[in-house]
């Protein structure tokens, strides 16, 4: 075994140990086949008021420009599937990811410890964590990594596993063996296309961000238009829809990740307790959640948009 892949062997079984669902590692290196298909996703305006989408073009194609001397990207999968859902079938939904606390924080800590075994495992090397807030082009490291392969919802998608899972990555000055993508297995299947209830999977693979119920009741700031009114299949933040109805998260399997428990009050409001939260309650059981974002005031306003 080389050394390369000595390491990349060390790193992989850290990552396990650290409650990682799986690790692949990539090239770091120009997403040739990405450029132009972020250009073109942006040039349509498929990214709605995501104007950061725009930042930082290169960046987000190109590694070596985030880390000085980038060699690998060590992307890795953290699953947040969950073991139960919301009781009351009639209640507003929350996306499962937002269950527990905000992955943000949960997962920066867990690279960081990743970071500092290499650090005393293989000496100085410099590198940085990403999880979902900086220019890094997530899915498509991960893909390049192996570790599963973009479905027709856009998503990651594992056999086995099914797409309920986070996707972070270290990048890297240390060269290490790499992996090689895996082949597509989404077939004839348009179960995410059919199910979308905003029809945002414009074609196989792509997604119109700006018809997605998660960008309306997430990142859309202003008040939400009236012309999809009807359309939001009682979510109120996020949505699981194209995820739920793919065949492959048959396979889901429940996380063992106590950070991602969700507070038993989010689980048991039901429909009344939703529509009449106090921005009280909206602290307490959203205290380190990733719902915050939207703020008491979004919530509200998503709310009262399923009510109307």
């Keep these: 075994m080389t050394p390369k892949e000595q390491y990349a062997q060390w ?16 090239k770091a290196g120009f997403l040739e086949e990405e450029a132009p298909r972020l250009e073109n996703w942006l040039n349509q305006q498929m990214n709605g ?21 980038a060699k690998s990207v060590i992307s890795v999968l953290l699953n947040y599937y969950p073991s139960a859902t919301q009781e009351d079938a009639t209640a507003p939904k929350i996306s499962k990811y937002a ?28 590198g940085r964590a990403f999880v979902d807030s900086a220019p890094v082009l997530d899915k498509a490291w991960a893909a390049k990594s192996g570790l599963g392969w973009i479905g027709k919802n856009s998503n990651l998608l594992t056999q086995k596993v099914g797409s309920f899972y ?40 792509v997604v119109d961000g700006s018809k997605c119920i998660s960008y309306f009741t997430i990142e859309l700031k202003e008040e939400i238009p009236t012309a999809v009114k009807g359309q939001f299949d009682n979510w109120m933040f996020g949505c699981d829809v194209c995820q739920d109805v793919c065949p492959w998260n048959r396979f889901s399997k429940s996380h063992n990740e106590p950070l991602f428990d969700p507070n038993p009050e989010l689980l048991s ?8 939260i106090t921005q009280e309650v909206f602290s307490k059981v959203f205290r380190k959640s990733a719902v915050k974002r939207t703020k008491f005031s979004g919530l509200q306003r998503n709310i009262r948009f399923l009510e109307e």
Aim: with cysteine; glycine share 6%; aromatic share 8%.
């Design 11 to 26: 790193i992989k079984e850290e990552a396990k140990r650290l409650g990682f669902l799986s690790c692949g590692i990539s």
């Design 49 to 69: 008021q995501m104007s950061y989408m725009e930042n930082h073009f290169d960046k987000r194609l190109d590694p070596t420009k985030l880390v000085d001397g």
């Design 99 to 126: 269950y527990g606390q905000d992955y943000h924080h949960v997962i920066k800590g867990k690279l960081r410890q990743l970071q500092e075994f290499i650090t005393e495992q293989i000496g100085e090397v410099q």
């Design 166 to 205: 986070f996707i972070a990555e270290l990048i890297v000055d240390l060269e290490l063996a790499y992996d090689t993508p895996v082949t597509d297995h989404c077939g004839s299947c348009t179960a995410c296309i059919d199910a979308c209830p905003t029809q945002a999977i414009v074609a196989p693979y």
């Design 269 to 276: 409001m039901t429909k009344q307790e939703w529509e009449e």
